[in-house]
């Protein structure tokens, strides 16, 4: 069948292809005027609704353009926090317990010499989109990003049944050595990482005023910082608690872990017990 072009001169043509513009933009309004109908009550009756007028056709634009922003917005600050401001959970502070994992990109300093911030940002920002979906798996939630550093967070409970926040490491761990051979090839090199995991009472609270945000404030989030530091002299990636083993109870067949005994903390009183954790021969 002949078509149309608009720089062709064929009158009857012409007329055929405005005729169907005609056509699909009474489609899109048929639409549009049909899902206002039946999903906000804005048209009264479905005949009105298959004929959209200009102002209901504005109308169905804002309305996709809010529900794009929102969906957005929750993208940006990620699902957990989204729900947390928007129903005020945390508008007065409260106290619950909470797991906290420190996970650090070993080597981005010397990564960031050789490629320069630009392709380290790159980097980073692949290995980061790489954690999203164990930490989703495992029912945490990324509340923050500190230069090469990701913070994940767990309610105690959510994160203790069948040793939840140890198995997004270790599925993370999974994820970037399955893609080894994509990263060596597009960075030149198989990301490393620490990961120190602690849990505790915090206080939670939503703070700022221009800019709203979540924090957390106690001894644990410190604690887990310097569990960082002490992972990174021991030359042990995967550091845990005592609390956490505590609460875990029983590790995954295929975790072991090995006790390094009583180690001093900056900040705490008392020495703080730590474990490192690793997969089991043949796993």
């Not at 055929?16 to 933009?25: G, I, K, W």
């Not at 009472?201 to 644990?220: C, M, N, P, Q, W």
């Not at 021991?234 to 609390?243: E, H, M, N, T, Y």
């Not at 295929?254 to 008392?270: K, P, Q, S, T, Y």
Request: contains cysteine; neutral net charge; hydrophobic residues 45%.
């Amino acid at each position: 069948m002949a078509r149309y072009h608009p720089a062709s001169g064929n009158a009857g043509l012409r007329r055929d292809y405005d005729r169907n513009l005609r056509f699909d933009d009474l489609d899109r309004h048929a639409a549009a005027g049909t899902a206002l109908h039946h999903l906000l009550g804005y048209m009264s009756t479905v005949r009105e609704a298959m004929v959209m007028s200009e102002s209901g056709l504005l109308y169905s634009l804002g309305v996709s353009t809010l529900v794009a922003f929102v969906f957005r917005l929750r993208d940006l600050i990620g699902p957990s926090l989204f729900t947390s401001l928007l129903l005020g959970r945390y508008h007065r502070p409260i106290e619950e317990e909470r797991i906290f994992l420190f996970l650090d990109v070993s080597g981005s300093t010397h990564f960031a010499e050789r490629y320069g911030h630009l392709e380290t940002q790159a980097y980073l920002g692949q290995i980061f989109n790489a954690l999203a979906s164990p930490v989703r798996r495992s029912q945490g939630s990324i509340d923050d990003y500190i230069g090469d550093m990701a913070v994940v967070t767990w309610p105690l409970d959510r994160g203790m049944r069948d040793a939840a926040c140890l198995r997004c490491v270790f599925d993370f761990a999974a994820a970037i050595r399955d893609q080894a051979a994509a990263w060596q090839a597009r960075f030149g090199q198989v990301p490393e990482f620490r990961a120190v995991l602690h849990c505790g009472s915090v206080v939670t609270a939503e703070i700022g005023l221009e800019r709203h945000k979540i924090a957390y404030f106690g001894d644990v989030v410190n604690t887990t910082g310097r569990l960082e530091s002490l992972s990174k002299a021991l030359g042990q990636p995967i550091l845990v608690s005592a609390d956490i083993l505590a609460g875990i109870r029983v590790l995954p067949p295929h975790l072991v872990a090995e006790n390094l005994g009583f180690h001093v903390i900056r900040g705490r009183d008392e020495p703080l017990q730590i474990s490192a954790v690793r997969l089991a021969l043949g796993s």
